[in-house]
């Protein structure tokens, strides 16, 4: 199994040494024939509408449309969970969103650089939080009906599934924690 790390912008290299360290063949993915390449893919935290502008530029978006559309499965995480969601309450004019995952998100809804926090994540089926790391987190205001909210935080979803498709507000990369990159990569 060959995972994908879109490398445009972000917190890819953090992605890309949790993976090294699970044993996991990950690449850089920033042409449309490395994505053509890859059985999974992560689109990490950064920066939503650069991440997107260069999507356009490097002729990513179209192609990754198409690989979401036939079921790549995919890790979003923070920023990636912007460009994964269905709809951006706040977002630029005309901000492409995927639609992978049927969640309307707020960027930066959990405040601003200065307002980041730890906090722990009660995962459904684990018995053990997971450390949460939110900085400039998206805040996911609805969840579709066909969204599995997999761990909430005050009552908000901060890691949702949607078929082949895994979301979360906050960065699992930063945790001294595999536990998601590995579910993540074992998921059939």
């Known amino acids: 199994m060959k995972v994908g790390i879109l490398a445009l912008q972000g917190a890819f290299g953090l992605h890309e040494q949790v993976l090294n360290r699970l044993g996991v063949a990950a690449v850089q993915v920033r042409t449309p024939e490395e994505l053509a390449e890859v059985d999974r893919l992560v689109i990490p935290g950064g920066e939503s509408t650069a ?5 356009d530029a490097n002729r990513l978006a179209d192609p990754l449309a ?23 309450v706040d977002g630029y004019p005309g901000q492409r969103c995927f639609g992978a995952v049927d969640v309307a998100v707020r960027r930066n809804g959990y405040g601003r650089q200065s307002e980041s926090f730890h906090a722990p994540i009660d995962v459904e089926g684990w018995e053990s939080p997971f450390p949460g790391v939110f900085i400039r987190a998206p805040v996911a205001e609805s969840a579709g009906a066909g969204v599995e909210v997999l761990a909430e935080l005050d009552g908000v979803p901060v890691l949702c599934r949607q078929g082949s498709a895994v979301v979360s507000s906050f960065h699992p990369e930063l945790a001294d924690d595999d536990r998601i990159h590995r579910w993540f990569v074992e998921q059939e």
């Open 51 to 55: 991440i997107a502008k260069l999507l």
């Open 66 to 88: 198409d690989r979401l559309a036939d079921g790549l499965p995919v890790l979003g995480t923070c920023a990636g969970m912007i460009l994964l969601a269905s709809e951006v």
